[in-house]
């Protein structure tokens, strides 16, 4: 790209030349510039520092006698600037182009930047006409909603060059759809921010939220883009299980220009006349939307947010403080220990915070060893537990209190051995109780309602594989399968769908969707956020690795968790400030934030947190 780094400050405007060649990009420094280039053209910018921008990349727009390769690489160079409706990529294009071509279409993420590779469409040396064929390896698309999907595959498209009439300079007149740039370039351009929706699936009764992960560009207002989208409604994939409180067709008054928080961090939305009319309750919800919205793009940023009607009045107002009282916003937020089964087959807990402490049988049967287990789940309100027994057939459900006897099993696995029988249960967001049967003869995901009565069978169509571990989010409409297909285990995020009438519930699991294309074998995951898990795997022919991933299967800034030999199980709280743990070769291991793996006790298993 040819643009140094510099480290932003804050204060007064100031004015930057940047001297780069004529197909070249300009890096706006916000701050002083640790070095120039020392050739082409010279071009004055100004720009007003911004508290979230280090360095601002606008585009050089194409010289006047700039021939096809230059045009082809400059425009390239365009997609990646932080021109807010790309106006200098515009240039590179005749004027029809320049209206017909929609880069909010798409953006396709390749490995590597594209390649363009040039044949002159002439016989003639002077043709006044080139087509470039650009390629390179898919990696990903973020669709007109900024929804991210990981793709794969090699790709290839055709940029036509013409030269103009009037002028004799060259110009793009026929281009692929959308944008194309290479994985650094949209990491670089991009962040990943969670647009938060209402969900019925709280435990309480009370609303609660989901996250909705969309990608927008992190240089270029990005602020008013955070709430464009939220207003906007959920992405495709999530809107069948989720619901906004703005009404259909809001969006900011027109002539809104960029929304930036005062210096109180207080932000003002002004709304088109589609809102004027909502109640004060509503109101309050869709506040507390854009404030979880706006919180999780900048934590510190925003702590109260005004909306206003078409008119300017006042609709309502919303503090950081008020908005947990309208929504249930991160279920186990408030989980008081982790949980694991000792070396005695009991279950046990210890303090979830602060430095490692010394381990406790839970209060209660599982705790005093009447049944011997394997695995458990605790509840997300940790007044309940589910055990599996040793031997994986058996599920039983008892209650977290001094005294809390054990009944019958609510389930019953006929499968042969241990590896085909009960997995690891999992309650979500309502209280129900989530568990797969592995029996070869008849494999099943299977919920308890309030975990006890019979259990429901869940439907999952299209499922490829046997489901080796299930995980609900405490939003309850998404769940974490591990699933098993000749000999490989993936891990796929799906979409929960409850159907009930006056004689039935149906309960559905549809649009499975892979996040870790690149491990083809994922043994052990657990939620680590509103829309992250941490997982433990192996890349094809590698060791093994534990990294996180996004539900969309959008990478993760910086690295991993520390290196941690023999994983074979891991637990994330939804709150990211509490330590992983992990069965290990060393047994149970906590890792806290900014600390070292520390184990906790020698003689360990299947360590989770509440949910």
Same mark, same amino acid.
């Given at each position: ?52 921008? *280090? ?24 997609? %990646? ?53 650009? @390629?390179? *390896?898919? !990696?990903?698309? !973020? ?7 990981? %793709? ?19 110009? $793009? ?26 969900? @019925? ?58 929304? %930036? ?11 088109? *006349? ?20 706006? /919180? ?56 979830? /915070?602060? #430095? ?20 458990? +789940? ?27 006897? $054990? ?59 046997? $489901? ?5 989010? +405490? ?17 796929? $995020? ?64 910086? @690295? ?24 290990? #070769? ?11 793996? /520390? ?13």
């Amino acid at each position: 790209m040819g643009a140094d780094r510099a480290e932003g400050g804050r204060g007064r405007p100031v004015r930057v030349a940047v001297r780069l060649g004529s197909a070249g990009v300009c890096a706006v420094l916000l701050a002083g510039c640790a070095s120039m280039p020392g050739s082409g053209d010279m071009r004055d910018v100004e720009s007003t520092p911004r508290q979230d921008s *280090k360095v601002r990349v606008f585009a050089l727009p194409p010289g006047d006698d700039a021939e096809p390769q230059e045009i082809v690489q400059g425009f390239l160079e365009a997609l %990646t600037s932080d021109d807010l409706r790309y106006e200098t990529a515009r240039k590179y294009l005749t004027g029809d182009a320049a209206k017909e071509w929609d880069p909010n279409e798409s953006t396709t993420v390749l490995a590597e930047a594209p390649t363009p590779y040039t044949a002159v469409t002439g016989d003639r040396p002077d043709a006044d006409d080139y087509r470039f064929e650009l @390629s390179g *390896k898919r !990696v990903a698309r !973020v669709d007109e909603q900024h929804a991210y999907t990981p %793709t794969s595959g090699e790709y290839r498209r055709t940029v036509h060059l013409t030269r103009v009439k009037d002028t004799g300079q060259w110009r $793009i007149d026929r281009l692929p759809s959308g944008v194309v740039l290479g994985r650094s370039d949209f990491e670089r351009n991009y962040k990943s921010i969670n647009k938060y929706y209402f969900t @019925s699936a709280a435990q309480s009764g009370e609303p609660g939220t989901v996250a909705d992960p969309v990608y927008v560009r992190s240089q270029v207002d990005p602020v008013t883009q955070v709430v464009r989208d939220l207003l906007q409604g959920p992405t495709s994939w999530l809107n069948p299980v989720a619901r906004t409180s703005f009404p259909s067709g809001t969006a900011l008054r027109k002539g809104t220009r960029a929304l %930036t928080p005062d210096d109180q961090n207080s932000l003002v939305v002004p709304l088109n *006349k589609k809102a004027d009319r909502v109640s004060a309750s509503r109101c309050k919800e869709m506040a507390a939307q854009l404030l979880f919205t706006l /919180q999780d793009y900048m934590p510190t940023g925003v702590t109260d947010v005004e909306l206003q009607g078409s008119k300017g009045t006042q609709l309502c107002a919303l503090s950081e403080s008020e908005a947990d009282g309208v929504a249930s916003h991160g279920a186990d937020r408030s989980a008081s220990f982790e949980y694991f089964i000792d070396g005695d087959r009991k279950l046990a807990r210890l303090s979830g /915070q602060g #430095a490692v402490t010394t381990p406790t049988p839970v209060p209660g049967a599982f705790g005093d060893g009447a049944k011997q287990l394997r695995s458990a +789940a605790v509840s997300r309100n940790e007044e309940q537990a589910a055990g599996v027994s040793a031997d994986g057939s058996d599920l039983y459900v008892a209650p977290l209190t001094p005294g809390g006897m $054990i009944g019958e099993p609510v389930l019953h696995s006929s499968g042969a051995t241990a590896k085909d029988r009960l997995t690891t249960p999992s309650w979500d967001g309502r209280g129900d109780l989530w568990v797969a049967d592995r029996d070869p003869d008849d494999p099943r995901l299977l919920v308890l309602a309030d975990g006890m009565g019979d259990p429901l069978e869940v439907r999952t169509p299209n499922l490829d594989g046997r $489901i080796e571990a299930v995980r609900v989010a +405490a939003d309850g409409v998404r769940v974490a399968l591990i699933l098993n297909s000749e000999g490989k285990r993936a891990l796929y $995020i799906g979409r929960i769908e409850r159907d009930a009438d006056a004689e039935s519930t149906t309960v559905s699991i549809v649009e499975l969707r892979s996040v870790t294309p690149d491990l083809e074998d994922v043994t052990a995951m657990s939620w680590a956020g509103d829309s992250q898990l941490v997982v433990v795997g192996r890349e094809s022919g590698g060791v093994q690795q534990m990294r996180y991933v996004r539900v969309d299967g959008s990478p993760t800034p910086g @690295s991993g968790p520390s290196a941690l030999t023999g994983v074979e199980e891991i637990a994330a709280s939804e709150d990211e400030s509490q330590p992983l743990v992990a069965h290990s #070769a060393d047994g149970i291991v906590r890792l806290s934030p900014g600390a070292q793996w /520390q184990t906790v006790v020698k003689e360990g298993s299947a360590p989770v947190y509440p949910g």
